[in-house]
């Protein structure tokens, strides 16, 4: 079936370091969205993108969507604790003609203080 | 405005038995779906609900069934609960597209 995918699952970082996750689909994606799960927490809505090629910041946190809107990648500049967390993409993929917002697989991250 | 509701918070149940889960979506806000979240297999869609009618379902058994009420209030039912149905069971509410959810506390499950 249509996935999701994202590396790495797992990415452990000393505080100060950047972090990097990629998300893959199978499908190409008319937006994708990217959601942060704090450890015991539910998955909370940071960002979406829409345009091929779309750079997005938010304070430290760089969102791209690829050029063919099928891949996507969050980059943490200067981690701190606060970001200790999951991180999902999401995209809307079409099911016998609704859609559905499939998650990827997520990335844990943890901070080396 | 109040966030998403689900209730109860944490429930323990016996193999064979049934369950319902209540959520309680944004006001205004008229689909919820549903995802079950385990270590191994991540955040996967169960079904969504708009405007009382289920307009999507993944891939679950029918033991996995949900409704939702004229308030856009949504239940979801397990029955014939297996072990492997532990989970933590997560309700999301938009306005209606696939996009922005807001997502509920979750309703851990554990079947012993």
């Known amino acids: 079936g249509q996935q999701v995918m994202q590396i790495p699952q797992y990415q452990h970082v000393q505080e100060g370091e950047d972090f990097t996750t990629y998300c893959n689909s199978s499908?190409?994606?008319?937006?994708i969205q990217w959601y942060k799960q704090r450890p015991g927490g539910h998955p909370v809505f940071l960002i979406q993108?829409?345009?091929?090629?779309e750079v997005k910041k938010q304070k430290r946190l760089t969102f791209q969507f690829g050029e063919a809107k099928k891949n996507s990648s969050l980059h943490i500049t200067a981690t701190q604790t606060t970001d200790v967390g999951t991180y999902f993409c999401?995209?809307?993929?079409?099911?016998?003609?609704?859609?559905?917002?499939?998650f990827g697989t997520g990335t844990r991250l943890t901070i080396i203080p | 405005k109040a966030g998403v509701t689900q209730t109860p918070r944490y429930l323990i149940k016996t193999r064979g038995q049934q369950v319902t889960l209540s959520c309680s979506p944004i006001?205004?806000?008229?689909?919820v779906s549903w995802y079950q979240q385990t270590p191994g297999q991540g955040l996967q869609f169960l079904f969504e609900?708009?405007?009382?009618?289920?307009?999507n379902k993944g891939n679950f058994p029918g033991r996995f069934s949900g409704r939702q009420f004229s308030n856009s209030r949504s239940e979801m039912n397990v029955s014939t609960l297996e072990l492997g149905d532990s989970a933590l069971y997560l309700c999301?509410?938009?306005?209606?597209?696939?996009?922005?959810?807001?997502f509920g506390s979750g309703t851990r499950l554990t079947v012993v």
């Open positions: 999401a995209g809307p993929i079409s099911n016998f003609g609704n859609e559905k917002l499939t």
């Open positions: 993108l829409v345009k091929s090629g």
């Open positions: 006001s205004g806000h008229r689909s």
């Open positions: 499908t190409t994606l008319s937006n």
């Open positions: 999301a509410s938009s306005t209606g597209q696939a996009v922005g959810y807001t």
């Open positions: 609900y708009f405007s009382e009618t289920q307009r």
